[in-house]
């Protein structure tokens, strides 16, 4: 049946039985169907059913008390309904849990409506809805299964029973956070737009008809009480409001404005809608809009106009004057301050549109209101907005007609607040009584707009910086003109002082230094004379220290202004008023944790490392203190950065004591998921962990521990993809994709990475459809899109790698477009442009001249403007990105013959962009070793042979040149010298290979030599700088037989011989003493070295310490006696790592010194396969491919063994001759190679002398 047809046979049955009597029906009947049959029979058969209900010989309104009590109670039965116990008692009737037997066997809840009701037309008006009721089968909503009326005549509604709790008391319960309730808001409004499109209003939306119960395991929303509301609906009189005691009858709170019209408009979806709105004004805040004491205390006729006229307070207004504003923010694991923040704004724009008095201005329906919310979690625009200021004054007018006469008002400005305050200014210049009262409305409405600049989302937008900046002048001009007309009141002085602080901070922001420090101190001085004049107030005092420690981080963090005397001076006024504080309020702590932590950073800038490490642990304990008693996002945060210092700062000076360094980073991980944990939502928590994530398994893979690392990099690049999906606009988050990117793409197992960098390609071709039209995140997109196409080439997917090469082209030509609208160049364009150019060079034709040159010219320029941008911006951060990019499209190029013209421009354009940073920030260490990083990798991507070996060789000369000069300008530091000496040794490899081996010789003894002048710095080098350099000048030495070779030999090992408390670097030396024992010809010290490795492993369970000895005694022939516990212990350590291709290496190896050698084949064989996949660069397969061949003829499969030695010995030659190939991975292959030579003899060497092949070994 059509939905018309059952909305007339409604209206058509009510009128009959409200109107007409029984013997009337009929007449009535042939009149209002006309002749329409099917309408008449569902009409008649409702009357029929309206009659079996029987009779009443009174009206039951007229009964007296005592008729008026319910009888029904436990053990009852009611028609197939046996009731159980009272589960709970509302307005309209009490509840029951009953058992049902008849027809089916199941328990029901059973409401028994209040005395007061006119029986037959609850009922009938019931049967009128039944058919729509019964159409819902939707799961949020509880079924109304039937209704009836008892013994004593009162009406009933049996509904499937919800076990569950109001939404409200639920969410408290369980202290849901802001987004969680949001969430479990949203089907809340699916129900009842379910319910809408089959024709049903709710009519009585509260907690208490919105049930959350569990299904496995899963909160989930119930609507109840569908339909009944408008079975018993009754026309709005003080009567049914208010029961004979003079109590509320229902929840006038979550009434709409039209409900609570005497002469009721038509009651429409949009009521609901209203309700909904209260709701989700309850649940935000914790409290109804409008005060349940004022109404239930306020006259019939005052409640209802309040509910028809007034407008309730903002969500985040309410919030911030709540004196429950602790336990409700407690409630939501999240600070009071930051609750009114988050609410302000977007959620208050769509409660407030949903309460709209005028329903025409409400959402038309509750799917719209899900919408909203769910744009509010997706970070996208919601369709919800502030008034604007001409209705919100057309409103104001129309509700103070009597005092407000009709006058012109000024005309509109941009801000809301702005026009609030004209209005306000013109009324004290007219009334000087009315100062006070202007003055504190004046102050509100710029609080408010303060609060938007500071906290919403305005905050994380780089590009709108400058509007916060101009619209926090107007703030301060406004408290300037104050100041000019009352300058005797403190309060806004104390403003003004506010106002000049953030001002200030974001002048810091757009790198305006000189202007931030001016607004401080301007500040400073407000500050100062408040404390002065009131040295009892705390918030003055609070504010003043607040203001030094920001005054000391404005003067220490400028690399090109550093003065740290003055930032310490700052410091200790912060201090010595946070101490004073807390002496006189113990219970409210102060922040000096974060002093704390700066003067450590000041510490470790000036080379003062113990101090430096005493501050931070002092500002750990003070954090770690604070949080366990008042746990909050921004304090575990704060604890994870200064977790993450230490840590950094321990690894540089105790980098061979990892127990000191690593548990700071795992601790850092561990505040920062305790910050998510009290907001799973929060972007700087989330943040946090991913960065400490990524930190953390830098660390533990420099200690071998690679499965770890590889699991901890995925988990950071997966949350830093969802940050930038979230917040495109922050750069801090597209930094921390692309480094993690870097590591899943570099660091792990091909198949892995090649199925990690395709998943990326994918969630960045959905992201770009999301971000916003916009200069910044555009340009962030295609920077990270530029990376990925790189990995995808790398790992082969060059279809997935050409599409995103070009989503990165069009993203920068759309951003070009935006850009012509910018008053200011964006460096983020401006390096996305550079990067776009960097693809058109590396497609270009090298023999087309005319192109190339066009390119290079376009590369100068465009880096002749990133680099003069940067240097303004003072970010350092992505000038090191792009000295990296750089440092790809050099390999890149370099790959190619006939490139060295165009290489040598980027090379340029890289030393100036180096050079310059270093040269803004002399004494900065963090910038001193990144760009370290970036030129040894530049050296490392060219070929060292050919047109591109002078290029290797300016840029290592480059290095060195800098620490020549950092060392002599600060002789006491000594990382400075081991990265000399470094650069030194890399110099000589250089000149050796451009066949200059006198001038290496001088290298490499230059290098030595700062060992030698500067003994302590051999503690940060752990020796093996210094054994390298020493066994580089031996070779050299003997390969130009000049004598001196075989003191440097002896030099090495005295140094590998030297004792050590760590177990870790204790196996590594001896590991390398035994390899260089056996190269130098010392069998039997070889043979010592290996039992003592041995008997290290007994004592010690870790695998890559047992995998490093194991391996050692595979390099010679008979290192070990007894086989069987090595080999046992391999298999074992293989069996809890399959993927790992270095330990089942060193099993087969194990398996050939054994004489076992068709295990061995197999295991070999996995080995080279694991490496195949393997794309970290960690290791080569070219070890187990050795032992392969050897295994091959020990086998008798000769000729496959000569042929796996000769496919071999051009990949040996080409890793013996790269610059990065470590001394001992060398001499290893040596070694090997040198055995299997001997082993596997050439076929024209049997040929020639038969008797000197010794055939296949024999079995030991």
């Not at 442009?833 to 010219?857: G, K, M, T, W, Y």
């Not at 260490?925 to 030129?935: A, C, N, V």
């Amino acid at each position: 049946m059509s939905s018309t047809p059952t909305k007339n046979a409604r209206e058509v049955f009510l009128t009959a039985i409200e109107q007409y009597a029984p013997d009337q029906w009929p007449a009535y009947l042939d009149q209002a169907c006309s002749g329409d049959q099917e309408l008449r029979s569902h009409v008649e058969s409702l009357l029929r059913a309206h009659q079996e209900l029987g009779t009443f010989t009174e009206d039951e309104s007229s009964a007296s008390p005592t008729a008026l009590h319910l009888v029904e109670q436990a053990g009852t039965t009611i028609g197939p309904y046996k009731l159980l116990q009272q589960i709970g008692e509302g307005g309209m009737g009490v509840v029951y849990m009953a058992e049902q037997t008849q027809p089916v066997e199941r328990r029901v809840a059973l409401k028994i409506i209040k005395p007061g009701m006119d029986t037959r037309k609850v009922i009938a008006r019931f049967e009128a809805e039944r058919q729509a009721l019964a159409m819902m089968d939707y799961p949020n909503i509880a079924k109304v299964l039937d209704a009836g009326t008892t013994e004593t005549g009162r009406p009933y509604f049996v509904m499937e029973l919800v076990k569950g709790v109001p939404v409200t008391e639920y969410c408290d319960q369980q202290k849901l956070t802001t987004r969680q309730r949001l969430e479990l808001f949203m089907p809340i409004c699916q129900a009842v737009q379910h319910a809408h499109q089959k024709g049903i209003l709710h009519r009585d939306l509260k907690p208490s008809n919105v049930l959350i119960a569990q299904y496995d395991d899963r909160p989930v929303p119930k609507v109840i009480d569908f339909g009944v509301a408008k079975a018993i609906e009754q026309r709005l009189t003080e009567k049914t409001v208010f029961t004979e005691f003079g109590q509320v009858v229902g929840t006038v709170e979550y009434m709409s404005p039209e409900q609570a019209q005497l002469n009721q408009l038509d009651i429409d979806t949009r009521t609901d809608v209203y309700s909904l709105g209260v709701l989700l004004y309850e649940l935000l805040t914790g409290e109804t809009p409008f005060d349940r004491e004022r109404l239930r205390s306020a006259a019939f006729d005052e409640m209802l106009r309040i509910i028809r006229e007034e407008d309730p307070p903002r969500p985040s207004l309410r919030l911030s004057t709540s004196e429950s504003l602790p336990s409700i923010a407690a409630n939501r694991h999240i600070e009071p301050r930051q609750l009114s923040t988050l609410v302000h704004g977007e959620l208050d724009w769509i409660v407030m549109k949903a309460l709209e008095k005028d329903r025409s201005r409400r959402y038309d329906t509750a799917s719209k209101l899900a919408e909203d919310v769910q744009h509010y979690l997706l970070d996208e625009a919601v369709s919800a907005c502030p008034p604007s200021a001409r209705y919100r004054l057309g409103k104001f007018v129309r509700r103070n007609k009597m005092a407000i006469g009709v006058s012109g008002f000024v005309s509109a400005m941009l801000v809301a607040a702005v026009v609030l305050l004209t209005l306000t200014n013109a009324r004290i210049r007219k009334a000087s009584e009315a100062k006070d009262a202007a003055l504190s409305t004046a102050h509100q409405a710029v609080d408010q707009m303060l609060t938007r600049i500071a906290d919403e989302q305005l905050l994380n937008v780089p590009m709108a910086e400058p509007l916060r900046e101009a619209l926090l002048k107007d703030a301060l001009r406004f408290y300037e003109e104050f100041v000019d007309r009352a300058d005797s009141d403190p309060t806004v002085r104390f403003e003004l002082a506010k106002v000049l602080h953030s001002v200030s901070n974001i002048q810091r922001e757009l790198g305006r230094n000189d202007d931030a420090r001016n607004s401080q101190e301007k500040s400073l001085i407000l500050f100062q004379r408040l404390v002065d004049s009131d040295s009892e107030n705390p918030s003055y005092r609070e504010q003043l220290a607040g203001a030094h420690t920001f005054a000391a981080y404005l003067l220490s963090s400028d690399p090109n202004d550093a003065n740290d005397a003055e930032a310490k001076e700052h410091l200790r006024k912060a201090l010595q008023l946070y101490v004073d504080l807390e002496a006189d309020f113990p219970d409210h702590p102060q922040d000096v944790a974060i002093c704390w932590r700066w003067l450590a950073d000041i510490m470790v800038r000036r080379d003062n490392p113990q101090e430096a490490i005493r501050l931070y642990r002092q500002a750990i304990a003070r954090d770690e203190s604070v949080v366990r008693r008042t746990p909050s996002v921004a304090r575990w945060v704060q604890l994870c950065w200064t977790h993450h210092c230490l840590g950094q700062l321990l690894w540089q000076t105790m980098r061979d004591q990892p127990k000191e360094w690593e548990p700071q980073f795992t601790q850092a991980l561990e505040a920062a998921e305790l910050a998510l944990k009290v907001d799973p939502e929060s972007n700087s928590a989330r943040y946090a962990v991913a960065h400490a994530r990524e930190m953390l398994a830098h660390r533990i893979g420099s200690r071998g521990r690679y499965e770890e690392a590889v699991s901890l990099h995925h988990q950071a690049f997966s949350e830093a993809q969802s940050l930038c999906a979230v917040s495109p606009w922050t750069t801090d988050y597209w930094s921390l994709l692309r480094l993690s990117l870097r590591e899943v793409a570099e660091n792990n197992n091909r198949g892995v990475a090649k199925q990690a960098v395709a998943d990326a390609h994918g969630n960045l071709q959905r992201l770009v459809k999301r971000i916003p039209e916009e200069v910044v995140p555009l340009a962030e997109f295609a920077r990270t899109e530029f990376q990925l196409a790189q990995y995808l080439r790398h790992t082969e997917q060059f279809v997935l790698a050409d599409e995103a090469t070009q989503t990165a082209m069009d993203a920068v030509a759309n951003c070009e477009e935006l850009a012509e609208d910018a008053e200011e160049p964006s460096l983020a364009l401006v390096e996305a442009r550079l990067l776009a150019a960097f693809e058109r060079l590396l497609v270009s034709d090298p023999s087309d001249e005319v192109q190339c040159d066009n390119i290079c010219q376009l590369l100068r320029r465009t880096a002749s403007e990133y680099f003069e941008l940067s240097v303004d911006s003072r970010d350092a951060n992505a000038i090191l990105g792009v000295a990296l990019r750089y440092v790809d499209v050099a390999g890149r190029l370099s790959a190619t013959p006939n490139r060295d013209r165009e290489l040598s421009v980027l090379q340029e354009q890289f030393l100036v962009l180096l050079q310059g940073l270093l040269d803004r920030s002399p004494h900065n260490k963090d910038y001193r070793g990144s760009i370290d990083y970036r030129l040894r990798i530049w050296a490392y991507a060219l070929p060292w042979s050919g047109e591109y070996l002078p290029s290797a060789e300016q840029v290592l000369k480059e290095r060195a040149k800098i620490y020549e000069r950092w060392t002599r300008d600060n002789p006491s530091d000594l990382d400075a010298w081991l990265l000399l000496a470094d650069s030194s040794r890399l110099v000589g490899q250089v000149l050796e290979k451009s066949d200059k081996k006198n001038e290496a010789a001088q290298a490499y003894r230059r290098a030595i030599g700062v060992f030698d002048d500067h003994p302590e710095v051999s503690s940060l080098d752990q020796s093996r700088l210094l054994v390298s350099c020493c066994l580089q000048l031996a070779s050299v030495l003997e390969r130009t037989e000049q004598s001196g070779a075989a003191d440097f030999y002896r030099k090495a090992l005295d140094l590998l011989e030297e004792p050590t408390d760590d177990t870790g670097l204790s196996i590594q030396r001896s590991y390398e003493l035994a390899l260089l024992r056996l190269w130098c010809g010392d069998l039997m010290g070889y043979q010592n070295a290996c039992r003592t490795l041995l008997d290290k492993c007994v004592a010690d369970a870790d695998e890559v310490n047992c995998d490093r000895a194991y391996w050692a005694c595979c390099l010679g022939a008979k290192a070990i006696e007894e086989n069987s516990l090595p080999l046992h212990r391999a298999q074992s350590i293989v069996e809890q790592h399959r993927q790992n291709a270095c330990y089942i290496a060193t099993l087969g190896a194990l398996l050939y010194r054994a004489g076992q050698y068709e295990q061995a084949t197999t295991i070999l064989e996995e080995s080279i396969a694991a490496f195949e996949d393997d794309t970290s660069g960690r290791s080569s397969s070219l070890y187990p491919k050795i032992f392969g061949a050897m295994t091959k003829w020990q086998k008798g499969q000769q000729e496959e063994a000569r042929n796996i030695l000769a496919e071999l010995r051009p990949e040996i030659d080409d890793v013996l001759a790269a610059p990065t190939t470590a001394w001992n991975r060398k001499m290893t292959l040596e070694l090997l190679r040198a055995e299997a030579e001997s082993l596997i003899v050439p076929t024209e060497a049997v040929e020639g002398d038969a008797e000197s092949n010794p055939g296949p070994a024999p079995t030991e």
